[in-house]
């Protein structure tokens, strides 16, 4: 199915995004004088050439990997719709190199706004403010705009460069966003002419999304800052949208970061014997059938192809899950069997991805076993 199917279409292909290139990978950093690593000259020669010419290109972030197109330029960023084939009703974030870059997306910062981006700018925290500016291609036609200031060394040194960037994450839309350069290449190879590696990124998941045009925060995606780091400097708690209400980011209603592969979804099971067992028959039938099944788990189980060991620390969780998602799915197989983490700090963004990824969730409390679809 395409991706969007009976929402919103992307565009037609521009012409920019119509192009066939030949996709070059540059590394983003050199070796600077004093040893350590600086963000190489050609790349971000090479990136700042594209994007004037109003030409996407792939950067990395400290999240995952962006494609980016200067805000400010209708065409280039129409292309990144079409590029990604997303759902024209689906914004993006725009990207600042700092707050003096905010008015020329016509956003000035609210006090809640401006306590948190001084706590956690540079960093994974996208805001989500009114605008006066005109820039539908950017919001999608709403009236408010999201907006970060990256971490990472070779996205703030481009966009000091170009300007802000509009960026979704680098992958075909519906696909696990990428995490290393091999994915975006993968996904977007001969739609873009640069994809800047920068290795394996430090998060692995996207930024937390919240909106803070009222006077307390609503969480609108969970992401790699924690609700608890919200909440430790903000004095409130953070507000969820309404389960089955209105989706509040028009993000959320698409399905999302879904591999090829079924992906079947069970809680923590150290503790839940009844959840271990489980696994195991649904592993032992899925086998019977033929399918070929992976899994990812903290203790091994019998009777699967393969087995990523589950890690304890949930920040390496998040940074390794969209490549085996990935991974297991350039192996052919059918059936990936994954334990959830408990829901706090990161471990919220990740269930939350994994939830949206799943093609069954499996309940098992310690007395009662059900099963859901899709
Ligand atoms: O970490 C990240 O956030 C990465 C890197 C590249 O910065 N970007 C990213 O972008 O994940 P994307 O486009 O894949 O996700 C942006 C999310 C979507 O769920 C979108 O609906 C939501 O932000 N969003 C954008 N503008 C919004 C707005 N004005 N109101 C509510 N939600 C908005
Ligand atoms: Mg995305």
């Known amino acids: 199915m395409t991706p969007g199917h009976g929402q919103l279409k992307a565009p037609a292909l521009t012409r920019v995004a119509d192009h066939d290139w030949a996709t070059e990978v540059l590394a983003a950093f050199e070796p600077g004088a004093a040893g350590a690593p600086v963000p190489s000259e050609r790349a971000l020669t090479s990136a700042t050439d594209w994007l004037r010419r109003g030409v996407p290109v792939v950067m990395p972030t400290e999240t995952v990997y962006g494609l980016a197109a200067p805000a400010l330029d209708r065409d280039a960023v129409t292309a990144v719709f079409a590029i990604k084939q997303r759902p024209l009703d689906n914004p993006l974030i725009a990207h600042v190199a700092g707050l003096e870059q905010l008015p020329e997306l016509g956003i000035r910062l609210s006090s809640l706004a401006a306590q948190l981006a001084e706590a956690f700018w540079p960093g994974p925290l996208t805001l989500v403010l009114p605008t006066r500016s005109q820039m539908p291609w950017v919001t999608a036609g709403l009236d408010s705009i999201a907006v970060r200031q990256p971490q990472h060394e070779f996205a703030r040194a481009l966009i000091q460069r170009v300007g802000p960037l509009a960026a979704p994450s680098a992958n075909r839309s519906g696909l696990p966003s990428p995490t290393r350069a091999s994915h975006a290449l993968q996904d977007l190879n001969g739609l873009v002419p640069l994809i800047v590696d920068a290795g394996e990124l430090e998060h692995g998941v996207e930024s937390t999304v919240l909106d803070v045009r009222g006077t307390v925060p609503v969480l609108l995606r969970p992401g790699a800052l924690s609700t608890e780091a919200i909440e430790a400097v903000c004095g409130c708690a953070v507000l969820l949208p309404q389960a089955g209400g209105a989706a509040r980011s028009p993000g959320m209603k698409y399905r999302h970061y879904s591999p090829r592969a079924q992906l079947w979804l069970y809680p923590p099971l150290a503790g839940n014997a009844r959840a ?16 070929r099944v992976a899994a ?14 589950l890690p304890a620390e949930a920040r390496q969780v998040a940074r390794a899950l969209f490549h085996w998602l990935r991974e297991l799915d350039d192996q052919g197989i059918d059936c990936v069997l994954i334990e959830g983490v408990p829901a706090i700090g990161v471990g919220r963004a990740i269930m939350d991805r994994l939830e949206r990824a799943a093609t069954h969730i499996r309940r098992v409390e310690t007395t009662v076993a059900s099963l859901e679809g899709p």
């Open 276 to 291: 271990a067992r489980q696994l195991a028959a649904d592993a032992h039938e899925l086998r019977a059938r033929g399918r």
């Open 296 to 309: 990812i788990v903290r203790e091994p189980v019998p009777e699967v192809e393969r087995i990523i060991p």
